[in-house]
T-cell receptor
Framework: KAGVTQTPRYLIKTRGQQVTLSCSPI?????VSWYQQTPGQGLQFLFE???????NKGNFPGRFSGRQFSNSRSEMNVSTLELGDSALYLC????????????FGAGTRLSVL | GQSLEQPSEVTAVEGAIVQINCTYQ??????LSWYQQHDGGAPTFLSY????GLEETGRFSSFLSRSDSYGYLLLQELQMKDSASYFC??????????FGGGTRLMVKP
């Protein structure tokens, strides 16, 4: 069974641009969560989607958004990029609601210049 | 607000036992998880405690005391490959995880 797949693995953007990151969960998993990882702030929860609905949202500005498709694949979008958005963006999938285990992808490393 | 505290760095020798502590202040607590992350890698699930007590999985064990808002991860028979960062995380509503800052474990020969 394939794991969580995130594309692209690396991305370089400039300030003011927007970016879309993609996540394909493990087959059969319906919950997808997104996290931002930086050296200063650590791992921070962005949002979670289940059955195409956003169930939880972390404390991030509205420039960060996401969506989930009917096949459970998810995308997150960051508009008007800032230097501080440089980070590793991790996607995690779970089988269902209230699962104890989340399976993480390798992440997308975003550099904003 | 929510916060989790864990030591930033721990060093131990191969074959030894190491304990990584985690204290938390949070609302909506469903359980405490532990994840391992090697440099450049994805976090991988190690253990989960919903109730007080000890959970054992091979060389790794995890403990939780809900009344003390405290847990720990115990790694036995340390191997060089155990050198990694270890994160405690509170399972909140849904599948939301609130992570601690991580403990970097260095295993020396």
């Amino acid at each position: 069974k394939a794991g969580v797949t995130q594309t692209p693995r690396y991305l370089i953007k400039t300030r003011g641009q927007q970016v879309t990151l993609s996540c394909s969960p493990i087959s059969g998993h319906r919950s997808v969560s997104w996290y931002q990882q930086t050296p200063g702030q650590g791992l921070q929860f962005l949002f979670e989607y289940f059955s195409e609905t956003q169930r939880n949202k972390g404390n991030f500005p509205g420039r960060f958004s996401g969506r989930q498709f009917s096949n459970s694949r998810s995308e997150m979008n960051v508009s008007t990029l800032e230097l501080g958005d440089s980070a590793l963006y991790l996607c995690a999938s779970s089988l269902d609601q209230g699962e104890n285990i989340q399976y993480f992808g390798a992440g997308t490393r975003l550099s904003v210049l | 607000g929510q916060s989790l505290e864990q030591p930033s760095e721990v060093t131990a020798v191969e074959g030894a036992i190491v304990q990584i502590n985690c204290t938390y202040q949070t609302s909506g607590f469903y359980g405490l998880s532990w994840y391992q992350q090697h440099d450049g890698g994805a976090p991988t699930f190690l253990s989960y405690n919903a109730l007080d007590g000890l959970e054992e999985t091979g060389r790794f064990s995890s403990f939780l005391s809900r009344s003390d808002s405290y847990g720990y991860l115990l790694l036995q028979e340390l191997q060089m490959k155990d050198s990694a960062s270890y994160f405690c995380a509170v399972n909140n509503a849904g599948n939301m995880l609130t992570f601690g800052g991580g403990t970097r474990l260095m295993v020396k020969p």
